[in-house]
C-alpha cells in the first residue's frame, strides 16, 4: 500500500491558506499531531486523511503523490505590488503556480505548444525596448489586439489566478526554460492587459535578475509599468493620434483604440509631455471625480486565453475535458478551472496575431487566428 507523502499535506494547507493552528482546530487534532503529519513522524489514520482532503478541497490521492510538487523561490518571480503581500500569501501564490506548471506539463505531454521568442533587452530602456520588442515581433505602431493572444504565440504560458489570490495584481517567472505570467481576472480587462504588458517586461528586461536570483526593488517595477505603457502605447502611435482637447469625452475614443484604461492613457500623454502640467492635473482630477480609478468606464471585454481554448475544445471533441485533466493530476476540478480562466472560488480562509499549436500523437493540427 502506498504511503502518504507528507509534504503533500504541507503544500495543500499552503494553497488553501490554513495555518497549522487552523487546520488543526478543524480536523479536532493537536497541534503537535499535525506537525508529525507533515513532517512524516506519523501519518493521519484514513478518516482523518478524508477530512483534510475535504477540508483543503484536494482529492485524497493528491496526498499519496510520491513526487514533490515544483517549487518556486521568491528571488525567481517578478511580483507586483511585493511589499502588500503577507508571506502566507506569497507562499498560497507560489502554490498555484506549482500547480499550473503540473498543468503545463501535462498540456505539453499532449500538444507540441510554441517555444519561447523572447529577445533579452536588458541593456535596453524600458521605451527604447518596448520599441525594440515590437519591431522584432513585427507589430509596428499599431494597437495590440489581445495580450494574452500575444503573448502565447509567443511561446510565454499564461495561467489565471483564483479568487483567494485576489490581493495579487500579476507574476510572471521561468520554470525550466519556460516563461510563465499569471494574471488576475478580478481586475478590469485594461488593467489585466497592463499586467500582462508589465510581466512582459520583467522576462525581457529582468532576464539575468530573474534567472540569477537578484533583488527585486520599486526601480523595477517604475521601470516595467514604463515598458507596458510604451509597449501598448507606442509613442509615434500617441502623438500621430492626439485630441483637439484633453477631456474625458475625448481621451475615451483613444482608451478603446489602445485597449488601456482611461488613467493610463492620460498618463502616456503627460510622460510623452504631449499635454501641460495643469491639464493633466485637470483630467487626473476629473477621472478620480467620477470613480473612474476604481471603475473603469466603458470596460472592454475581457481577454482569455487562445491556447488553453484550443486545448480543451480538442479534449472536448474526444470528450475530455478540465476533469480528465484534473484526475490525471489528482486535483479538484475547481482548481484547474481557477489557473485556466475559469473564475472559481475555492475553500480558503480569510485572510491581428497568429501562433500555431500542434497536437502530439494522433490528435488534429490547431490553428490560432
Same mark, same amino acid.
Given at each position: 500500500m502506498p504511503e502518504i507523502n507528507p509534504k503533500q499535506i504541507t503544500f495543500a494547507r499552503v494553497r488553501r491558506r490554513f495555518t497549522k493552528a487552523q487546520l488543526a482546530k478543524a480536523l479536532d487534532v493537536t497541534s503537535r499531531s499535525l506537525q508529525n503529519y507533515e513532517t512524516?513522524?506519523?501519518?493521519?489514520?484514513?478518516?482523518?486523511?478524508?477530512?483534510?482532503?475535504?477540508?483543503?478541497?484536494?482529492?485524497p490521492q493528491f496526498f499519496y503523490i510520491d513526487e514533490d510538487m515544483p517549487e518556486l523561490r521568491e528571488d525567481s518571480v517578478s511580483f507586483r505590488k511585493l511589499s502588500k503581500m503577507t508571506d502566507a500569501l506569497k507562499a498560497c501564490t507560489f502554490a498555484a503556480g506549482a500547480i499550473a506548471f503540473r498543468v503545463n506539463h501535462w498540456i505539453e505531454e499532449r500538444f507540441s505548444l510554441p517555444s519561447a521568442q523572447l529577445p533579452d533587452l536588458s541593456d535596453l530602456g524600458p521605451e527604447e525596448a518596448a520599441a525594440t520588442l515590437r519591431r522584432v515581433w513585427g507589430l509596428g505602431n499599431a494597437p495590440i489586439p489581445n495580450m494574452i493572444h500575444l503573448l502565447e504565440a509567443k511561446?510565454?504560458?499564461?495561467?489565471?489566478? *483564483? @479568487?483567494?489570490? /485576489?490581493?495579487?495584481? &500579476?507574476?510572471?517567472?521561468?520554470?525550466?526554460?519556460?516563461?510563465?505570467?499569471?494574471?488576475?481576472?478580478?481586475?478590469? *480587462? @485594461?488593467?489585466? /492587459?497592463?499586467?500582462? &504588458?508589465?510581466?512582459?517586461?520583467?522576462?525581457?528586461?529582468?532576464?539575468?535578475?530573474?534567472q540569477h536570483g537578484k533583488a527585486h526593488g520599486p526601480e523595477m517595477e517604475r521601470q516595467a509599468d514604463a515598458f507596458a505603457s510604451a509597449f501598448l502605447m507606442p509613442r509615434e502611435s500617441v502623438a500621430a493620434n492626439q485630441p483637439p482637447t484633453y477631456t474625458i469625452k475625448h481621451l475615451m475614443k483613444l482608451k478603446h483604440y489602445f485597449g488601456v484604461s482611461l488613467a493610463a492613457m492620460a498618463y502616456r500623454f503627460n510622460s510623452l509631455d504631449l499635454i501641460s502640467e495643469w491639464n493633466y492635473r485637470s483630467l487626473c482630477i476629473d477621472i478620480a471625480k467620477r470613480g473612474y480609478r476604481t471603475n473603469e468606464p466603458e470596460p472592454m471585454e475581457r481577454e482569455t486565453s487562445q491556447l488553453l481554448t484550443k486545448v480543451l475544445d480538442v479534449l472536448h471533441s474526444r470528450k475530455q475535458g478540465r476533469r480528465e485533466i484534473a484526475e490525471s493530476l489528482s486535483l479538484s476540478v475547481d482548481e484547474v478551472n481557477a489557473l485556466t480562466f475559469q473564475l472559481t472560488k475555492l475553500s480558503v480562509v480569510s485572510g491581428g496575431l497568429t501562433g500555431g499549436y500542434i497536437i502530439k500523437k494522433d490528435l488534429a493540427k490547431l490553428r490560432l487566428v
Open positions: 512524516g513522524a506519523s501519518y493521519p489514520d484514513p478518516a482523518t486523511l478524508e477530512k483534510i482532503a475535504r477540508l483543503l478541497n484536494f482529492p511561446g510565454i504560458r499564461v495561467f489565471s489566478l *483564483a @479568487e483567494e489570490t /485576489r490581493e495579487v495584481d &500579476a507574476f510572471c517567472t521561468w520554470y525550466e526554460g519556460k516563461p510563465f505570467v499569471f494574471l488576475n481576472t478580478i481586475k478590469s *480587462a @485594461e488593467r489585466s /492587459r497592463f499586467d500582462a &504588458a508589465h510581466e512582459l517586461g520583467h522576462l525581457v528586461r529582468d532576464v539575468y535578475t530573474m
